[in-house]
């Protein structure tokens, strides 16, 4: 009986150079491991597959021509999937969670398209330590340091403000030397994204909870509407967004931002490539990124 692919390969490579020590070279081992694999193929099947000539060469037997076509049309099989595989190259499957995505993933991938042509895949996610590892090969994200099991950089920082409607403001301003929210309407973050230092510390400052929300983006539409103040990464709110930044003392330092890779993966040749490109993309862009 045939075993797997190895052994339709030793007869093939047999049946097309005519002897032993070719075959070894096709296949890239020597005479004495050729003349062996045959043996124990011979042996398995309990035929001859090759009949020695005069001239030293072999000829396939009637039994060996069988499996020299099954040989052929795999090994055709074996070379379309690898020239398949060879012109849809793998993605770069970069995860990050919604507040990088428009501001550090997306703008790194289509450079990194741009210079390569290779492919890339972003996905976001909710709370992005809860991954398998074969989920992403590279992460970006909110982090104090690189977690033991990763290599890491860092490559940037979140700016965090309060934010109001105008109206909101204008009725209910929120004065630079407050030490609470007591009195204010507060949107609060909801989920994994309540589990962020930040929005910890902002349930402490008190105030009524007036919408909660794992969507930072919903946070900020639901404060342009009036329902009140929320914390959110400065690089978010754009001028069109309509809403009015609070200058207070209770502002939370910048968040740290971090390109992380498990050890393993980031040794691979094409995600390094990528690492090393982004290490000089992020050089080059503002380390901070507030709204103007």
């Given at each position: 009986m045939i075993s797997d692919w190895s052994d339709l390969q030793t007869i093939l490579a047999i049946?097309?150079?005519?002897?032993?020590s070719g075959a070894a070279r096709r296949l890239g081992v020597n005479q004495s491991t050729m003349s062996r694999r045959l043996q124990a193929i011979e042996q398995a099947l309990d035929a001859a597959l090759f009949q020695r000539l005069n001239d030293g060469r072999l000829r396939p037997t009637t039994a060996a021509e069988r499996l020299i076509e099954t040989a052929q049309q795999v090994e055709a099989l074996v070379g379309q999937t690898n020239s398949a595989l060879a012109a849809s190259p793998v993605p770069l499957r970069l995860a990050t969670c919604e507040v990088l995505s428009a501001v550090f993933a997306a703008p790194a991938l289509a450079g990194w398209r741009e210079l390569t042509g290779e492919p890339a895949e972003l996905s976001v996610y909710d709370n992005l330590f809860v991954l398998p590892a074969?989920?992403?090969?590279v992460m970006l994200?909110?982090?104090?340091?690189?977690?033991?099991?990763?290599?890491?950089r860092r490559i940037g920082r979140i700016d965090w403000d309060f934010y109001a409607a105008p109206d909101y403001a204008r009725a209910r301003p929120l004065f630079a030397d407050a030490t609470?929210?007591?009195?204010?309407?507060?949107?609060?973050?909801?989920?994994?994204?309540?589990?962020?230092?930040?929005?910890?510390?902002?349930?402490?400052?008190?105030?009524?909870?007036?919408?909660?929300?794992?969507?930072?983006?919903a946070q900020r539409d639901m404060a342009a509407t009036g329902a009140g103040i929320a914390l959110l990464p400065a690089c978010l709110?754009?001028?069109?967004?309509?809403?009015?930044?609070?200058?207070?003392?209770?502002?939370?330092?910048p968040a740290e931002v971090w390109m992380v890779a498990r050890r393993a993966t980031a040794a691979q040749p094409r995600v390094r490539r990528f690492l090393d490109w982004a290490t000089g993309h992020f050089r080059s862009a503002p380390l901070a990124l507030k709204a103007g």
């Amino acid at each position: 009986m045939i075993s797997d692919w190895s052994d339709l390969q030793t007869i093939l490579a047999i049946a097309t150079e005519g002897t032993l020590s070719g075959a070894a070279r096709r296949l890239g081992v020597n005479q004495s491991t050729m003349s062996r694999r045959l043996q124990a193929i011979e042996q398995a099947l309990d035929a001859a597959l090759f009949q020695r000539l005069n001239d030293g060469r072999l000829r396939p037997t009637t039994a060996a021509e069988r499996l020299i076509e099954t040989a052929q049309q795999v090994e055709a099989l074996v070379g379309q999937t690898n020239s398949a595989l060879a012109a849809s190259p793998v993605p770069l499957r970069l995860a990050t969670c919604e507040v990088l995505s428009a501001v550090f993933a997306a703008p790194a991938l289509a450079g990194w398209r741009e210079l390569t042509g290779e492919p890339a895949e972003l996905s976001v996610y909710d709370n992005l330590f809860v991954l398998p590892a074969d989920e992403f090969d590279v992460m970006l994200t909110p982090l104090e340091s690189a977690p033991t099991e990763m290599v890491g950089r860092r490559i940037g920082r979140i700016d965090w403000d309060f934010y109001a409607a105008p109206d909101y403001a204008r009725a209910r301003p929120l004065f630079a030397d407050a030490t609470g929210l007591d009195g204010h309407d507060v949107i609060h973050a909801a989920g994994s994204l309540a589990e962020v230092a930040t929005y910890r510390r902002l349930v402490d400052l008190g105030g009524r909870s007036a919408f909660r929300s794992s969507s930072v983006v919903a946070q900020r539409d639901m404060a342009a509407t009036g329902a009140g103040i929320a914390l959110l990464p400065a690089c978010l709110v754009l001028p069109e967004h309509g809403l009015v930044r609070f200058e207070n003392r209770m502002q939370p330092p910048p968040a740290e931002v971090w390109m992380v890779a498990r050890r393993a993966t980031a040794a691979q040749p094409r995600v390094r490539r990528f690492l090393d490109w982004a290490t000089g993309h992020f050089r080059s862009a503002p380390l901070a990124l507030k709204a103007g």
